[in-house]
């Protein structure tokens, strides 16, 4: 019974029930997906700030405990019985848990959507996951009564000591991976054969794009034209891309082709897609190269079919283990691991988008402006694994040999800008920016203010993404391959730093501006049959690579963007608008 008077407190018939177990249940309950994350990551379980980190769900935890002991049951005023404190508190524990365990909850929602709707209406279908969660845990706890603490407590403490003490296969955790293939003989390496070194950096601005009213902007615009010239590329400043998604983007650009319709030649991945087709590399491969791919997790180019890859080296696209060496205080580690940890919650996400819409909603306007920079702890890591993927990179072209391409995709400069000139990581975590999550159906703009504070610190990622771009010359010079080599860099897309991003939902309200820093890429090509210099003419990225390398024209050669659609998904067809060239 519960406490007369107001109907909430302890009773003598349940207090003590369950005794330490009810303390460590909800505990390791909430501590598993935490410690589960940073193993997965490689990361120190023992770190300074992993146990800061840990320190937060074991508060969690003892407090939820505090109250199960405290007020084993309550009687609430809308409900005519007694409600028990156990249930609710393990069954609570239990979401949270699944809600955090990202391949665990991708099943269960992929599990009922098959059931209630065929993938509609995803955001119910994760409710009712998460409610039937609830209720199947509340069960099982009620009919476990005071045992329940018990078994759930034996069954974390075995799942953490395995996650803790077990070895795990590096295939899954998100480190860098190296696969040395064994090649059929009609691979061998053809000494006739060039050198190909293909580097493809994401989110490079096009020359024409970078913003020049833009403290820095001009200076670097002119340093990179100088920077090509002088290095003998011939390089294509007004170039565009008709894609703003790096998928559709890279993947018909090595197709030679402009598809009409999203995720073509791609297919879904665990951290993103794998490219399924790939004409390029089938191309190298028929003419006798080993072909060496350097890759992120985000974007296989090394499960395709068609082609013999000689070597793969993987870096993750958003892997935390980078941050083991940066130097500041553990205190703001902790709160960056808790930060990449909450990216996985679907509450977070939830309480997110009606924060949004809330926020549009008490305005009067379609959506919020964003004007306030991200907080830095959501900054993506990408750029940092960008650096270390290119040093081993350079290693290798220090012994570059004929018969031997090179295909690289580097998520430099792409966001988070955590990286200054020299490539280093800033220590100053105020000046790290992301760039806004702008949903397909959010209609958010990133306001001039926060867009210029993002550009100063994207310049200067860039000028780190070139000092990494001239060290790979200064390798194939010392190679004694430069001048025979065919060298291949360009971006996918803009820098995406803008106001509003080329999606359907946007197509009335585009300017110059957004189109510009969405779409305008590099497109800079080196070889012996090409010469150096400059061209102005607006072309678009995947129209050049056909032409330059494939020596045949594309199948659209017109200057359009194409939007995102709405509905976005494989096969949805783009909306299109004239890209308008520059200033």
């Known amino acids: 019974?519960?406490?007369?008077?107001?109907?909430?407190?302890?009773?003598?018939?349940?207090?003590?029930k369950g005794g330490w177990a009810d303390w460590l249940a909800p505990t390791l309950i909430l501590v598993t997906p935490f410690v589960n994350f940073l193993t997965f990551h490689n990361y120190g379980l023992f770190r300074p700030e992993s146990l800061l980190g840990v320190a937060i769900p074991v508060g969690l935890g003892m407090?939820?405990?505090?109250?199960?002991?405290?007020?084993p049951q309550i009687r609430?005023?809308?409900?005519?019985?007694?409600?028990?404190?156990r249930p609710l508190v393990i069954a609570s524990a239990m979401v949270i848990l699944v809600d955090f365990q990202t391949g665990l909850k991708t099943a269960l929602i992929g599990w009922m959507s098959g059931i209630f709707s065929d993938g509609e209406q995803y955001g119910a279908i994760t409710i009712l996951t998460f409610g039937i969660v609830f209720l199947l845990f509340a069960a099982i706890s009620y009919a476990l009564k005071r045992n329940a603490g018990i078994v759930f407590t034996t069954v974390f403490a075995v799942i953490l000591a395995a996650i803790i003490i077990l070895p795990r296969n590096i295939e899954a955790q998100r480190m860098i991976r190296e696969s040395d293939i064994a090649l059929p003989a009609p691979a061998t390496k053809r000494s006739d054969l060039p050198p190909v070194v293909h580097i493809i950096l994401d989110e490079q601005i096009g020359l024409e794009g970078i913003p020049d009213d833009l403290p820095g902007g001009a200076a670097l615009q002119t340093d990179l034209r100088d920077f090509y010239i002088d290095k003998g590329f011939r390089v294509y400043g007004a170039a565009f891309s008709h894609y703003h998604n790096t998928a559709d983007s890279i993947a018909n650009l090595l197709n030679a082709t402009v598809r009409h319709r999203r995720l073509q030649f791609v297919t879904p991945s665990v951290f993103g897609y794998t490219v399924t087709e790939n004409a390029w590399l089938d191309r190298l491969s028929a003419q006798g190269y080993r072909i060496?791919?350097?890759?992120?997790?985000?974007?296989?180019?090394?499960?395709?079919?068609?082609?013999?890859?000689?070597?793969?080296?993987?870096?993750?696209?958003?892997?935390?283990?980078?941050?083991?060496?940066?130097?500041?205080?553990?205190?703001?580690?902790?709160?960056?691991?808790?930060?990449?940890?909450?990216?996985?919650?679907?509450?977070r996400g939830f309480g997110m988008w009606l924060s949004s819409y809330l926020s549009g909603f008490r305005s009067g306007v379609e959506a919020p402006s964003m004007a306030e920079p991200d907080r830095h702890q959501q900054v993506s890591l990408g750029a940092a694994w960008a650096k270390i993927a290119a040093e081993r990179l350079i290693d290798e072209f220090g012994k570059?040999?004929?018969?031997?391409?090179?295909?690289?995709?580097?998520?430099?400069?792409?966001?988070?800008?955590?990286?200054?000139?020299?490539?280093?990581?800033?220590?100053?975590?105020?000046?790290?920016?992301?760039?806004?999550?702008?949903g397909l159906k959010s209609g958010q703009r990133l306001d001039e203010a926060s867009r210029q504070a993002r550009y100063i610190e994207y310049f200067k990622q860039v000028r780190c993404a070139h000092r990494v771009i001239g060290q790979v010359l200064e390798a194939l010079s010392r190679s004694g391959v430069l001048d025979e080599a065919i060298t291949i860099i360009h971006g996918d897309h803009g820098s995406r730093i803008a106001g509003l991003l080329p999606l359907q939902s946007h197509a009335s309200s585009l300017t110059r501006t957004n189109l510009t820093d969405s779409s305008s890429t590099l497109f800079a090509i080196r070889s012996p049959d090409i010469p150096a210099g400059y061209d102005s003419s607006v072309r678009s990225v995947q129209a050049l690579f056909a032409e330059l390398v494939y020596g045949r024209p594309i199948d659209d050669e017109r200057a359009v963007v194409f939007l995102t659609p709405r509905e976005d998904g494989p096969d949805a067809p783009f909306d299109e608008i004239p890209f308008p060239g520059f200033e």
Request: with cysteine.
């Open 76 to 85: 609430l005023p809308f409900l005519p019985w007694v409600v028990l404190l």
């Open 63 to 71: 407090s939820a405990s505090l109250l199960m002991t405290l007020w």
């Open 292 to 347: 060496h791919v350097y890759q992120t997790d985000y974007l296989d180019f090394c499960g395709g079919k068609g082609h013999r890859i000689a070597k793969c080296t993987t870096v993750p696209a958003t892997g935390i283990a980078v941050l083991e060496d940066l130097e500041i205080a553990a205190s703001e580690k902790a709160a960056l691991l808790i930060s990449k940890f909450s990216n996985h919650s679907s509450f």
């Open 1 to 16: 019974m519960a406490a007369p008077g107001n109907g909430l407190g302890p009773t003598a018939i349940e207090k003590g």
């Open 400 to 438: 570059v040999e004929p018969g031997t391409a090179y295909f690289a995709h580097l998520l430099l400069p792409h966001r988070g800008f955590i990286l200054d000139e020299n490539c280093r990581m800033k220590p100053d975590l105020e000046s790290w920016y992301n760039l806004p999550s702008l």
